[in-house]
């Protein structure tokens, strides 16, 4: 046996001595282009052995790897198969003399750090049968080349010491076949890829300890292979591989985690952008949301394959419903859902005062939450607590313990339901509902809970400290229901989709409703911009992109990702930018609140103007100065003189006034025509403020732009510039005749005369002024400031930040923006069911023809000449009435329809009242002396 095993070790010599002048030949330089390719018939012969090995050990390729004694930084590689020798010899080649060196194997301790399996060793010695005799005696291996390959493997990190005594131990081919599964893993393979950028001398050691590797010899024939070493490299280099090819799938999946993280979009959708694009409660602030408890439902999805134009099915509305908490907390959790940017109420869930739960979504309801409060309130005997809808909850009595107290509903001064509720009781005994039925069941829509009861020989009190309301009309969601271009494709317990019915066309300056309030605001330009809006009446919060400070140590809020930033979709201008930086995920410190914005050129409406600058600042839109584009003056930067100028008006409106009118401006201003000359060719005009005369100037009409005689300029001086325009008025035309003077006005713009300071070190708020000049203005926070739950912190003027009353504080920058449009009101009377009534609609005291009149958001006809419509209620209730009207703010009012005998109870006690309030009392004593004086005093 013991000569089989020297026979056997002195064959796998024969082989390495056959292998060796390859290899020497492969690290020497080549001076010649064609000694790359020069090898005698032996050492094809050996390279084909050693090869025919090789591939089929492939666990040794995959497995091992080749430590870099030079470099501190680890890089697995995997072993060179036959068809990979050449590159790795020719990297080889290159490597410096020193590393040459190292090159020679050392035979025994590869034999004995090394495991194969039967075929290996059987393929081995067939070949070895093949190399001729004088192969194997032409190179020897040499001591010193011996002494140099064991430095090699002696590196600490390569291999374990091979001075330790280790157990000769067999080795079966069922465990070696074991530990080739274990090193052929896939994700071992690929993680062994090593960087093709490792210096030169690194690549020649790692290629000469693979090209030298010689397999262990044949189990089966008798040969033993040192176990304690074996393992000692198959344990080190597999842990190796296996934390490479773990830090390597843990980058995949990091990389794949990353790419599914949500993408967050602007509002506003420019050339460029994804064809596909969707908005949510994230990027477009009109959806609903929950900032406490970052609840948002809603997402607009749209494809724009077709340029400017939404294809049939294009345009996706999608909605689902979400837990929310009630904010008096003890009551639990409800269903809420957002829909066409409202707040509604989707569902009960099953709690201690709701059994079973129930959907109202299910039933194809939505009802709008109208009251969800914790505060609390103490009520007297006999008070009143208003409700939204007409409602009214009384506090009736309380009983003489202080323990009860007995509640009455009254809905449009009529009592509609009564309850005693105990507030020392459970939470159902202490809280008051008002049930309607829906579908069959009884379902709450008004909830109050009552804290406490206070009875005392002065006064009684009771404490109510959690309201909820739902309005008593709903909403009717049912497939093929159609709200505005939107078709409902489904409704479900899961939520409600829409998608727009007909093609829809983005035409240039267009303003196009969707559904509801919500629709596309349009730049009126070639290149295609729009943005979602809602269109509502009256001032407006909107709020900017929501920050987890948790998350995100820095943010920058702009023009597209905060819509209370002035900006300008026709020209794409914007110029304000908000950058936060937090401390500890809860404060920002001293000067980590940056504020830049800057100036840029946009058209005057009136075009022939030319140009003026204009900067966002402060979430709104000012006057920075005149420049060489504007074609009535020169060149002038308000910022330069440290102060700005709102622009009040700027439009390109024909207006055609008679002599003697007057057209209003803002600020106090008005522009009176006071006479046309005879030839009807000119016009003479007068400037007052506030009733008094300030300026006067006749004025040539001309359609050249480049005339400036058809402008009417008022200037003033501003700090060291004088005659700066800040009201421009253009003179389209003037016609005279016997019976009136006319002139048309077709362009208008005005800038306040109350500046805005903006000089170094000026505070606004909670901002410095650090830098202004004509290129911008850049602010920093004067102090530092906590971002506390639920508190709103303000930043500046119309600039605030809003956090979120939660663990998380989320918090996001909000300002105000003005309605735009003339006011309008709704007149809308009581009615009688199923008795015609008369809506109206007026502005500044004056009926207003062609307003669109809705009822609980459907349209119920326009109003004529007079400004009214008739509408015939068919059943009794409150409906919430709105008017539209283009360039008009919305008007609303509520519609109270009753039956017939109540509409008489009610008047009757109206009347009552009335007559009582008209009565006269005269007090007067009631004895006096004759002749004496007395007083009558009548009431």
């Not at 996706?316 to 908490?325: A, M």
């Not at 989707?346 to 309801?365: M, P, R, T, V, W």
């Not at 309850?419 to 379902?443: A, F, M, N």
């Not at 109050?448 to 002065?458: M, Q």
Request: proline letters at 4%; one cysteine or more.
């Amino acid at each position: 046996m013991h000569n089989i095993r020297v026979g056997g070790v002195c064959l796998l010599l024969l082989l390495l001595a056959a292998a060796l002048p390859f290899n020497s030949m492969a690290q020497e330089p080549q001076t010649e282009s064609s000694s790359a390719s020069q090898s005698d018939n032996a050492g094809n012969d050996a390279a084909s052995i050693i090869s025919k090995s090789l591939a089929a050990k492939t666990n040794q390729e995959e497995g091992l790897s080749a430590e870099k004694p030079a470099s501190s930084r680890r890089g697995l590689k995997p072993l060179g198969s036959a068809s990979e020798t050449s590159a790795s010899q020719s990297t080889a080649s290159n490597a410096p003399s020193s590393t040459q060196a190292s090159a020679a194997p050392d035979t025994a301790d590869t034999t004995a750090e090394n495991t194969a399996t039967a075929e290996d060793a059987a393929s081995s010695q067939a070949a070895a049968a093949d190399v001729p005799a004088a192969t194997a005696t032409e190179d020897t291996v040499t001591p010193d080349e011996i002494e140099t390959v064991e430095a090699v493997a002696d590196e600490p990190e390569l291999v374990q010491a091979e001075t330790e005594p280790t157990e000769v131990t067999d080795v079966t081919p069922d465990e070696i076949d074991a530990e080739d599964n274990i090193v052929n893993e896939p994700e071992i393979a690929r993680a062994e890829a090593q960087p093709a950028d490792e210096p030169e001398a690194v690549q020649a050691e790692d290629t000469s300890l693979a090209a030298g590797t010689t397999p262990p010899e044949n189990v089966s024939l008798g040969t033993e292979v040192s176990a304690d070493s074996n393992a000692s490299q198959t344990d080190e280099s597999l842990n190796a591989s296996l934390d490479e090819s773990e830090n390597a799938t843990e980058e995949e999946e990091v990389a794949e985690e990353e790419s599914e993280e949500y993408k967050e979009v602007n509002r506003i959708w420019r050339e460029g952008d994804p064809a596909d694009y969707t908005w949510d409660w994230k990027s477009f602030s009109g959806f609903f949301y929950d900032m406490e408890n970052d609840v948002g439902t809603e997402t607009l999805s749209v494809n724009l394959d077709n340029g400017r134009t939404i294809e049939d099915g294009n345009l996706v509305y999608s909605t689902e419903p979400k837990i929310l908490d009630f904010e008096f907390g003890e009551w639990g959790e409800y269903e809420v859902i957002g829909f066409m940017a409202e707040k509604y109420f989707a569902g009960y869930l099953d709690s201690e005062i709701i059994d079973d739960g129930y959907s109202f979504l299910d039933e194809g309801q939505l009802r709008q939450v109208l009251v969800d409060s914790d505060d609390s309130q103490t009520l007297a005997g006999g008070s009143t607590l208003l409700l939204e809808e007409g409602y009214e909850l009384q506090i009736k009595q309380v009983d003489i313990d202080g323990e009860k107290v007995y509640l009455g509903l009254v809905k449009d001064g009529e009592e509609i339901d009564s309850k005693v509720v105990s507030p020392e009781g459970s939470l159902e005994s202490s809280t008051y509902e008002y049930e309607v039925e829906v579908s069959g069941e009884d379902v709450p829509i008004i909830m109050a809970h009552i804290e406490s009861v206070f009875a005392s020989t002065e006064s009684d009190l009771v404490t109510v400290d959690g309201l909820f309301q739902l309005s008593d009309t709903y909403a009717s969601v049912e497939d093929g229901d159609e709200y505005g271009k939107m078709e409902v494709k489904s409704v479900s317990q899961d939520g409600v989709e829409m998608s727009n019915e007909d093609s829809i066309n983005l035409k240039e300056g267009g303003k196009i409703n969707i559904f509801g309030e919500v629709g596309f605001i349009v730049a009126d330009d070639d290149v295609l911009r729009f943005a979602p809006i809602v269109d509502r009446a009256g001032p407006q919060e909107v709020r900017g992109s929501v920050i987890d400070p948790s998350e995100q140590e820095e943010f920058t809020w702009d023009v597209y990702n905060f819509e209370g930033f002035y900006y300008d979709i026709d020209e794409d201008v914007g110029t304000e930018t908000l950058t936060a930086r937090i401390t500890d995920k809860k404060s920002i410190e001293e000067g980590d609140l940056l504020y830049e914005t800057r100036p840029q050129a946009v058209d005057f409406e009136f075009d022939r103007w030319g140009k003026y600058d204009v900067i966002g600042f402060m979430a709104d839109k000012y006057f920075a100065g005149y420049n060489n584009r504007t074609e009535f003056t020169d060149d002038f930067s308000v910022i330069g003189e440290s102060e700005l100028r709102k622009v009040l008006v700027d439009n390109d409106d024909s207006q055609t006034l008679a002599s003697g009118s007057v057209l209003s401006l803002e600020e106090g201003y008005e522009l009176r025509i006071k006479s046309v000359d005879l030839n009807g060719n000119k016009v003479y005009l007068a400037l007052s403020r506030d009733g008094e005369e300030v300026d006067s100037k006749v004025v040539t009409p001309s359609s050249d732009p480049g005339d400036g005689s058809s402008n009417y300029l008022y200037k003033v001086d501003i700090g060291s510039e004088e005659e700066v325009p800040l009201v421009a008025v253009h003179i389209e035309s003037v016609f005279r005749s016997t019976e009136s003077d006319l002139a048309t006005v077709d362009g208008i713009f005005q800038v306040s005369d109350s500046p805005v300071s903006i000089e170094e070190n000026e505070v606004h708020g909670k901002m410095e002024v650090k830098d202004a000049s004509e290129d911008g203005i850049t602010m920093e926070n004067d102090g530092s400031f906590s971002l506390a739950r639920d508190k709103t912190i303000e930043i500046m003027e119309n600039l605030k930040f809003v956090v979120a009353d939660s663990d998380k504080r989320l918090f996001a920058p909000v300002a105000f923006k003005p309605g735009e449009g003339t006011d309008m009101t709704v007149i809308a009377p009581d009615a009688v069911v199923n008795s015609p009534v008369s809506i109206s609609a007026r502005s500044d005291s004056q009926p207003l023809a062609g307003a669109q009149i809705q009822l609980n958001g459907s349209s119920i006809g326009t109003t004529d000449a007079t400004g009214s419509v008739s509408y015939t209620p068919s059943s009794v209730g409150t409906y919430q009435v709105v008017a539209k009207k283009k360039d008009y703010n919305d008007g609303k009012a509520s519609l109270i329809v009753r039956t017939a005998s109540d509409a008489a109870s009610v008047t009757a006690y109206e009347q009552a009242n009335a007559t009582l309030s008209s009565q006269l009392t005269i007090n007067a004593p009631a004895d006096v002396v004759k002749g004496e004086n007395f007083l009558i005093a009548v009431v």
